[in-house]
């Protein structure tokens, strides 16, 4: 397990989650919901990572993190469905069409995220000390 790499994704979780409150502040939902869904995915790579684990593609993480974590009980069933949520999200965000966000949609997701965040932290500390 590389300790400098996966503190690193922990504090990119945070600042990224950072960056999607300042854009959501700023009305930009679309962003906002992008910033969302990478803060989780940094925070959810650093996780597997206390496993040597990772994958080349988002589904390959997404699947990991089911298998490691989720389905394992290591991490609540609801916080896996809200990660894939996010995804499809963040995918209709970035390259569909005639897509719109309610703005306390996006407001609560932002809350759900950094709970997601908070609880993948205690879990990477189990992870890692043993």
């Given at each position: 397990m590389s300790?400098?790499?996966?503190?690193?994704?922990?504090v990119?979780?945070?600042?990224?989650?950072?960056?999607a409150?300042?854009?959501?502040?700023?009305?930009?939902?679309f962003?906002?919901?992008?910033?969302?869904?990478?803060?989780?995915?940094?925070?959810?790579?650093?996780?597997?990572?206390?496993?040597?684990?990772?994958?080349?593609?988002?589904?390959?993480?997404?699947?990991?993190?089911?298998?490691?974590?989720?389905?394992?009980?290591?991490v609540?069933?609801d916080?896996?469905?809200?990660f894939?949520?996010?995804?499809?999200?963040?995918?209709?965000?970035?390259?569909?069409?005639?897509?719109?966000?309610?703005?306390?949609?996006?407001?609560?997701?932002l809350?759900?995220a950094?709970?997601?965040?908070?609880?993948?932290?205690?879990?990477?500390?189990?992870?890692?000390?043993?």
């Amino acid at each position: 397990m590389s300790e400098k790499l996966i503190e690193y994704r922990r504090v990119r979780a945070k600042e990224t989650l950072e960056d999607a409150k300042r854009l959501f502040d700023a009305g930009s939902l679309f962003s906002a919901v992008n910033r969302i869904y990478y803060a989780m995915f940094y925070e959810v790579t650093a996780l597997l990572l206390t496993k040597n684990l990772s994958a080349s593609k988002h589904s390959g993480v997404r699947a990991l993190f089911n298998k490691e974590f989720v389905k394992t009980g290591k991490v609540k069933v609801d916080m896996g469905k809200f990660f894939g949520q996010m995804f499809d999200f963040r995918q209709k965000s970035d390259y569909g069409d005639f897509v719109r966000f309610e703005e306390d949609k996006v407001n609560e997701w932002l809350g759900k995220a950094e709970e997601f965040i908070e609880e993948l932290e205690k879990v990477i500390e189990k992870e890692k000390a043993g």
